[in-house]
C-alpha cells in the first residue's frame, strides 16, 4: 500500500509483516517463505546465526536483499541480552535490535523487570531497539518512554498459536502509542494476524505459524493476505456492533400492510 | 605421481564405503583422509528411520531413505563384521495432547505416501516399552524403522575396503584439480563446500553416550516429541543408550554447548526417567553436511568430480544406496535412477 508507510526507525517498509525463521525445516523453505510472505524483515536468533558460512541462514536472507533484524531470543538477563547485541552489531553492522529477555523457558514471557533495565543500556549505547513485551499497556508506555522505535506486544506466548489472548490490553496499547505496535507472538492462524492489524497494530511478526505449517509457503501467502486484509478493515472503519438486526437493503416507501 | 583409477576425499561411512564398492568392482582406490573421525558418522546415533524422520515437503529424499533401508541387510551381511545392526523397530512418543496432535497429523502424511505405522495409545505404549514414563497420551509404532551402530560401521567399511585393496593415504587434500586420478570422488562431509566450492554447509549436532543398568527392555528406538522439540534414544546390544541430537547453525565450530546437553537430558528424562541415573559416559559434537534442501548431493559435478556428499541428517541411513550408485557411476558411467533426483545442478538455493 503505496500511501500508508510504515516506518520504524526512519526506514519505510512495504510490507507490514515481519519474520521470523526459528523452526523452519530447511534453508530452501526459509527462501521460499522469504518470498511468498513479500517481508522486508527478517528476525535471526543472534545465538543460532552464522554470518561467516556460505548457505548460512543469514546468507539466505540476504541474498533476498531482506534487512536482518537481529534478536537476543534465549537471554534471560538484561547483561546477557546487552552484550548479545553488542555482538549482533558487530557481525552484522546494524543497530536494530529486537530485544527479548525471557523469564524461563516453561513460559517464554518476557521479564519485564530484565527487558526495562536492557533496553534502557541499549538505547543508551545508540540501539535501535524493538523490545518484545508483554501485553501491559504501563509496561509499552514506559517501554516508549526510554526511547524504544518500536513496542511489540505478544498475542499469547512464544510458539503455543494460541492467537491474541488479550485484545483490549492490545487496543490500549495502540490507543496511546507513539511508536509502530507490532504484534509479536502467539499468532496460530491467518486469522490471528488479520484480528491484530483490525486491532490497530501496525504490523505483525511470526515465525512457528508459517515455519511449522505443513506448507510453510502456502502459510507465509496467507499472512500476508491477512496482514493487509486486517490493515485495510482497520483503515476502512468497521461497523459497529449493534445487538439487533437492521436490514441491509433499504426499506422506506415499501408497502406496510 | 603416483596414480588411481579413483581418488576419494573423505574417509567417513559414505567414502569408504564407496571405495570399498568401487573396489569390489576392479577399480583400484585411494582414499584420502587424515583424520575419519572428524566425520558427523562418529556422533550420529545410526538412526535408519525413515518412517518416524519422516518431514513434510521431503517425500523425494523419502524414496531415496527407503531404497538405502531396504539394502541394509544384504549391505551388513556382505560385511560379514559387526554392525550393531539391530531390526527391533521404533516407537515415536508423544508427550502431551499437542504433541499427539502434531504426530496424528505426520502419520495421515506418511499413511498417504503409503507408509506403514501405527497409532496406538499409552497402555499400549508401555505394555511394549515399560520403562516409559506413565501419563504418555500416545504415539506410533513403526516395525521397519531400525538402527545400525555407526562406529561399528565404520570400523566394518573401514576392514572391508583395506582387504578389497582400497589404499588408504592420511593426507590433507586441499586441491581436487592436483590429485592424480582417473575419477575424483568427493565425500568429505561437512567440509565439501570449502573444498568443492558446493552448496554444503556444516550444522553442529551434539549426541550423549550414556551406560544404563537396565537399558529399554523392548531394544527398540525411542522418539520422542516433547513439548514441541525432538529428542531419541537409542539403544545399544551392550547396554549402552545413544541420545540426541542439537542442531545448531555454528560454522565449524565443534565445541559441545553446556545448554544443548542440559536440553537432551532434560527431554530424554522426561520420556524414560530412568536414564537419569545413568552413567554419562561421553558428550560427541559433529558436523552434518547440510544442504539447502536437506538431501545429499550425488552425482557428478560441474566440475567432472562426482560427488557423493550433502547427506545432512541421513548419511548412515544412505550409505548402501550411495556407495552402490556412485560405484556404478564410477565403473561405468550408468546414473542409477534411483540417484538422478539427487543430481548436484538441481536447482535449490545457490550457496
Known sequence: MADDPFIIAGVALESRLILGTGGAPSMQVVDEVLVASGTELCTVAMRRADAATSGSLIDVIDRRGIRVLPNTAGCRTAVEAVRTAQLAREALETDWVKLEVVADERTLLPDPVELLDAAGQLVRAGFQVLPYTNDDPVLARRLQQLGCVAVMPLGSPIGTGLGIRNPHNIELIVSEATVPVILDAGIGTASDAALAMELGCDGVLLASAVTRAQQPARMATAMALAVQAGRHARLAGRIPRRHHAHASSPTEGMPVF | ?351
Open chain 2, 1 to 351: 605421481m603416483s596414480t588411481t583409477d579413483v581418488a576419494i576425499v573423505g574417509a567417513g561411512v559414505i567414502g569408504t564405503a564407496v571405495a570399498w564398492r568401487a573396489a569390489q568392482r576392479g577399480l583400484t582406490v585411494t582414499l584420502f583422509d587424515p583424520d575419519p573421525t572428524r566425520g558427523a558418522w562418529r556422533t550420529a546415533a545410526g538412526m535408519l528411520a525413515p518412517i518416524t524422520e519422516l518431514h513434510y515437503a521431503e517425500s523425494a529424499l523419502l524414496r531415496l531413505n527407503l531404497a538405502s533401508l531396504a539394502r541394509y541387510p544384504s549391505f551388513v551381511e556382505e560385511l560379514g563384521l559387526p554392525t550393531g545392526y539391530r531390526a527391533n523397530g521404533t516407537l515415536e512418543v508423544a508427550w502431551d495432547a499437542a504433541d499427539l496432535a502434531a504426530l496424528r497429523d505426520l502419520h495421515a502424511f506418511g499413511t498417504s505416501l503409503g507408509l506403514s505405522s501405527r497409532l496406538v495409545d499409552g497402555a499400549e505404549l508401555r505394555a511394549i516399552e515399560p520403562g516409559l514414563a506413565p501419563g504418555l497420551p500416545g504415539g506410533l509404532v513403526a516395525d521397519s524403522d531400525h538402527q545400525v551402530d555407526p562406529r561399528l560401521l565404520h570400523a566394518a567399511l573401514t576392514t572391508a575396503a583395506r582387504a578389497a585393496g582400497v589404499r588408504f593415504v592420511a593426507e590433507e587434500v586441499r586441491d581436487l584439480g592436483a590429485l592424480a586420478a582417473g575419477q575424483v570422488v568427493l565425500a568429505a562431509g561437512a567440509w565439501s563446500g570449502v573444498l568443492g566450492g558446493l552448496p554444503v554447509r556444516p550444522v553442529k549436532g551434539q549426541t550423549l553416550r550414556l551406560r544404563a543398568l537396565s537399558p529399554l527392555a523392548s531394544g527398540r528406538v525411542v522418539r520422542a516429541s516433547v513439548k514441541g522439540s525432538t529428542v531419541y534414544i537409542v539403544p545399544r546390544e551392550n547396554g549402552d543408550v545413544v541420545v540426541g541430537a542439537s542442531s545448531e547453525e555454528a560454522g565449524f565450530d565443534v565445541t559441545p554447548r553446556a545448554g544443548a546437553v542440559y536440553e537432551l537430558l532434560r527431554d530424554a528424562q522426561t520420556v524414560l526417567p530412568e536414564l537419569g541415573e545413568a552413567e554419562l559416559v561421553e558428550v560427541s559434537t559433529g558436523l552434518r553436511p547440510g544442504t539447502a534442501d536437506n538431501a545429499p548431493l550425488l552425482g557428478r559435478g560441474e566440475d567432472g568430480v562426482i560427488l557423493a556428499t550433502g547427506h545432512y541428517r541421513n548419511g548412515v541411513l544412505l550409505t548402501p544406496v550411495t556407495a552402490d550408485a556412485i560405484a556404478t557411476l564410477l565403473a561405468t558411467g550408468e546414473t542409477d535412477p534411483v540417484i538422478a533426483p539427487f543430481t548436484p545442478s538441481r536447482t535449490a538455493v545457490p550457496a
